[in-house]
């Protein structure tokens, strides 16, 4: 079967919700052509509005994670569909995982910065290596600088340096890094904690850091309000009340059924 007839992203989904996305052009290590971009982005759509869905792992086949964009359409690509899918992944309800192995360079890092929880390998090489090429990593830039702070990605978007998975866990772009056999059992950890939480709360507990990163409540009486509000209306809400009920009578909440 050629690359053209092979799914770009494949999607699993086992009996509990969870989700798995693979980037699937191993050959390519994984760059993010057009028709890769437009085929996740389908599949980020729909999980959108998939309340079935409880948990999304974002990974690539073969020996890469993702080599970023594909050099051979950069030159005429619109970014539009990177920018698309970044944002698309930042917004998803789910809470979602990176699993990184092998190589992860340029648009790659944006993707990993998108997750709410990236893990990777201690070997994995690294790299914004846009500036070698002519350009600057402009659409990943937001994710990034959230992650890992002004300071760091100045020196990382500038000199274009490969870094492994330890610095990249140190500067907060992975949370964890750890030996590449360690890496399947720790994001299933990882999803088995996830499942433990109310979806409803975790969608909502995106939503809250979104809402009150960098406001001072000491000065935005809005933020204060805001947060009152929220914690009122989820603990009135049925998810809510089942949290609180199953946690009195000992027992666990139907979500975890």
């Known amino acids: 079967m050629s690359e053209s007839e ?3 992203v494949l999607s699993s989904r086992d009996t ?3 989700v798995t996305l693979t980037l699937n052009r191993p050959a390519r290590h994984n760059a993010l052509s057009e028709a890769l971009l437009d085929d996740l982005q389908g599949q980020l759509t729909e999980l959108a509005t998939d309340d079935s869905a409880r948990v999304v792992v974002l990974t690539g086949a073969g020996a890469s994670f993702c080599a970023g964009a594909d050099i051979g359409e950069m030159r005429s690509a619109s970014p539009e569909r990177l920018g698309r899918v970044l944002a698309s992944l930042d917004a998803l309800p789910q809470p979602t995982v990176a699993r990184v192995q092998g190589n992860a360079f340029g648009g790659a890092l944006g993707l990993i910065a ?9 070997d994995i090489q690294l790299v914004f290596s846009e500036v070698r090429l002519g ?3 402009a659409m990943i830039a937001p994710y990034v600088l959230r992650a890992v702070g002004a300071r760091t990605a100045r020196r990382l ?3 274009a340096e490969r870094f ?3 610095e990249a866990a140190k ?12 890496l399947d059992s720790r994001a299933a950890q990882l999803v088995d904690q996830l499942l433990l939480g109310g979806p409803q709360a975790q969608a909502e507990a995106k939503q809250l850091v979104t809402q009150v990163a960098g406001r001072d409540p000491l ?7 805001e947060t009152e509000d929220r914690i009122n209306r989820l603990r009135a809400s049925a998810e809510g009340q089942e949290g609180l009920t199953a946690f009195l009578e000992k027992r666990p909440p139907g979500w975890t059924r």
């Open 6 to 8: 092979t799914p770009w």
């Open 164 to 166: 492994n998975g330890r």
């Open 219 to 225: 000065r935005d009486g809005a933020v204060r309000q």
């Open 157 to 159: 978007f500038l000199t």
């Open 16 to 18: 509990r919700g969870v």
């Open 114 to 122: 998108a997750c709410d929880i990236a893990v990777g390998g201690e």
């Open 171 to 182: 500067i907060g772009l992975l949370h964890e890094a750890m030996p590449p056999d360690a």
């Open 135 to 137: 350009i600057v990593p």
